[in-house]
């Protein structure tokens, strides 16, 4: 089984910075993409920043500017780097790794995973 470890969002003042990271314990070869999503209170989770195994990255436009994706694999972590955070950035963060579960030498694993949910706390 696969897991995803979030490290502690945390909380900052507006403008401030924060660095994220969610880290794979097996089988990164087998990972399609991975992606970070946040979630308000009773609200479905919204994909915030996404990145390929190729390096393709995809922003949504509320974050373009201001955050960055990026990836470590001699480390087998992506990370997502906040800057000139808002108090809408508010939220609990969380990513997921998507895995190629339809080749054969990754057919064990499940579509995708998720990592534990990280508040981030943007004061004004």
């Known amino acids: 089984q696969v897991q995803l470890v979030v490290s502690w969002g945390g909380l900052v003042q507006a403008g401030g910075s924060l660095r994220l990271s969610c880290a794979a314990s097996?089988?990164?070869?087998?990972?399609?993409?991975v992606a970070w999503y946040r979630q308000y209170p009773r609200q479905q989770r919204e994909l915030v920043a996404s990145?390929?195994?190729?390096?393709?990255?995809y922003y949504a436009d509320s974050v373009k500017g201001r955050f960055t994706i990026s990836r470590d694999n001699a480390r087998n972590t992506v990370y997502l780097e906040m800057k000139s955070l808002k108090p809408e950035d508010t939220a609990v963060y969380y990513c997921k790794a998507e895995y190629m579960n339809y080749r054969s030498n990754c057919a064990r694993h499940l579509p995708y995973y998720w990592g534990q949910g990280t508040q981030v706390t943007v004061s004004s």
């Open positions: 990145i390929t195994s190729r390096d393709s990255t």
């Open positions: 097996r089988d990164t070869i087998c990972i399609l993409d």
